[in-house]
T-cell receptor
Framework: NAGVTQTPKFRILKIGQSMTLQCTQD?????MYWYRQDPGMGLKLIYY???????DKGEVPNGYNVSRSTTEDFPLRLELAAPSQTSVYFC??????????????FGSGTRLTVV | AQSVTQPDIHITVSEGASLELRCNYS??????LFWYVQSPGQGLQLLLK??????LVQGIKGFEAEFKRSQSSFNLRKPSVHWSDAAEYFC?????????????FGKGTSLLVTP
């Protein structure tokens, strides 16, 4: 199993550009999440999804959009990149009934720089 | 809202010395608690978790943590630290919402191991 796969691993964007961070998992997990990690700030939840067609905002959703058309994929969209979105982005997934016992499976992250 | 606090931003220990990383949680009922480790440039790996039962839990890589309800703490310990333990450590608590379940992470503790 590949687990949770994130692409790209690194990206540099100019202010105002848009891009999509891809996340796919092959474990048939219903729950998927996007976090951003900033130095000294830990991980902040951007958006999450409890199944195909269902998404909800987390703690820091402004400037981002998501969609969940399939169980496997949960892309994160940045429409107008801003320097404040420079961060490392992590995607994670879990079975609903095993979030409590097993936590998440994380991807390896996407490091995004907006200049 | 459920939250965790990691009071120490940085900790330095000598190789072979014992280690304790602090985590305090805020939650009304019995919390679901996790410790994750992040090596430089990597994703997050689950070290151990607690959701019920024995308050002393064992994890991977020789780590353990003790749940103390009276102190609202879930501190991570290791008897003898190895240079390869240098990493960022995150404590997390499970949080329910009407839409599902997510983990709230602390800001992390950066561990430096000296020879």
């Amino acid at each position: 199993n590949a687990g949770v796969t994130q692409t790209p691993k690194f990206r540099i964007l100019k202010i105002g550009q848009s891009m999509t961070l891809q996340c796919t998992q092959d474990m048939n997990h219903n729950y998927m999440y996007w976090y951003r990690q900033d130095p000294g700030m830990g991980l902040k939840l951007i958006y999450y999804s409890v199944g195909a067609g269902i998404t909800d905002k987390g703690e820091v959703p402004n400037g981002y959009n998501v969609s969940r058309s399939t169980t496997e994929d949960f892309p994160l969209r940045l429409e107008l990149a801003a320097p404040s979105q420079t961060s490392v982005y992590f995607c994670a997934s879990s079975y609903p009934e095993r979030v409590v016992t097993d936590g998440y499976t994380f991807g390896s992250g996407t490091r995004l720089t907006v200049v | 809202a459920q939250s965790v606090t990691q009071p120490d931003i940085h900790i330095t220990v000598s190789e072979g010395a014992s280690l304790e990383l602090r985590c305090n949680y805020s939650y009304g009922a019995t919390p679901y608690l996790f410790w994750y480790v992040q090596s430089p440039g990597q994703g997050l790996q689950l070290l151990l978790k607690y959701f019920s039962g024995d308050t002393l839990v064992q994890g991977i890589k020789g780590f353990e943590a003790e749940f103390k309800r009276s102190q609202s703490s879930f501190n991570l310990r290791k008897p003898s630290v190895h240079w390869s333990d240098a990493a960022e450590y995150f404590c997390a608590v499970g949080a329910h919402s009407n839409s599902g379940y997510a983990l709230n992470f602390g800001k992390g503790t950066s561990l430096l191991v000296t020879p």
